[in-house]
């Protein structure tokens, strides 16, 4: 179960990358730098500063086409609204960058559509792989982990970590290489089954013996 888990959530966080890297291309050309603007961590429902800030300001002239102190309040009240700390330098840093940047893309109806469906894709995924982290991590700090019908009991204190490390060693583990030590280990013969060979092949090559050929 463990392994089948660490799968599904390694194939969840590829397509998380690929998501946000077409936000941030797509940003490049509306609103240059915008996910740089903001350094908060990831939350535990999967969010993000700067992608809930893009949701909002989808384009560097919905924030330079506002003065200073009605943007100031704007993000003020997102902020707040959000759960996330208010600061005035950074609300000038942003209104700075935001008027700093030219767009190529024009502030229109398809460019907002276009950046709302890839924030609302980034959005379902990463809230996707915060409940599939949350939930195993979960499971782990109970006190047991359950790895394909195997039941270890863990410090809940160790427990994410170690989901990720028997995780990842059920899944690099190689398999047995049972022919390898077939075809390298040396066959036991005597002289004198040599002889017989030898005599069965008077032109010197042996003849294919079924039982030891590995093809």
């Given at each position: 179960?463990?392994?089948?888990?660490?799968?599904?959530?390694?194939?969840?966080?590829?397509?998380?990358?690929?998501?946000?890297?077409?936000?941030?291309?797509?940003?490049?050309?509306?609103?240059?730098?915008?996910?740089?603007?903001?350094?908060?961590?990831?939350?535990?429902?999967?969010?993000?500063?700067?992608?809930?800030?893009?949701?909002?300001?989808?384009?560097?002239?919905?924030?330079?086409?506002?003065?200073?102190?009605?943007?100031?309040?704007?993000?003020?009240?997102?902020?707040?609204?959000?759960?996330?700390?208010?600061?005035?330098?950074?609300?000038?840093?942003?209104?700075?960058s935001a008027c700093g940047h030219f767009s190529v893309m024009p502030k229109a109806n398809t460019?907002?559509?276009?950046?709302?469906?890839?924030?609302?894709?980034?959005?379902?995924?990463?809230?996707?792989?915060?409940?599939?982290?949350?939930?195993?991590?979960?499971?782990?700090?109970?006190?047991?982990?359950?790895?394909?019908?195997?039941?270890?009991?863990?410090?809940?204190?160790?427990?994410?970590?170690?989901?990720?490390?028997?995780?990842?060693?059920?899944?690099?583990?190689?398999?047995?290489?049972?022919?390898?030590?077939?075809?390298?280990?040396?066959?036991?013969?005597?002289?004198?089954?040599?002889?017989?060979?030898?005599?069965?092949?008077?032109?010197?090559?042996?003849?294919?013996?079924?039982?030891?050929?590995?093809?």
């Amino acid at each position: 179960m463990l392994k089948t888990t660490y799968r599904q959530y390694q194939q969840c966080a590829k397509v998380q990358t690929m998501l946000k890297n077409n936000l941030i291309s797509l940003l490049a050309t509306a609103f240059p730098d915008a996910n740089r603007l903001f350094t908060s961590p990831v939350r535990a429902n999967g969010s993000e500063k700067w992608i809930g800030f893009v949701a909002a300001f989808l384009h560097c002239e919905c924030v330079c086409g506002l003065t200073e102190k009605a943007f100031t309040a704007k993000y003020q009240r997102w902020c707040n609204k959000h759960g996330y700390n208010f600061s005035q330098d950074k609300a000038l840093d942003s209104y700075t960058s935001a008027c700093g940047h030219f767009s190529v893309m024009p502030k229109a109806n398809t460019t907002k559509l276009l950046i709302e469906q890839a924030v609302f894709q980034l959005w379902a995924v990463s809230t996707a792989l915060a409940a599939l982290r949350n939930a195993v991590s979960g499971g782990i700090a109970a006190g047991v982990l359950h790895c394909d019908g195997d039941v270890r009991c863990c410090d809940p204190a160790l427990g994410p970590s170690l989901w990720q490390r028997s995780a990842l060693c059920a899944v690099s583990t190689p398999r047995k290489r049972w022919w390898l030590s077939r075809v390298s280990t040396p066959l036991h013969t005597s002289p004198a089954r040599w002889k017989s060979v030898a005599a069965a092949s008077p032109n010197g090559v042996p003849p294919l013996c079924a039982e030891h050929c590995s093809w």
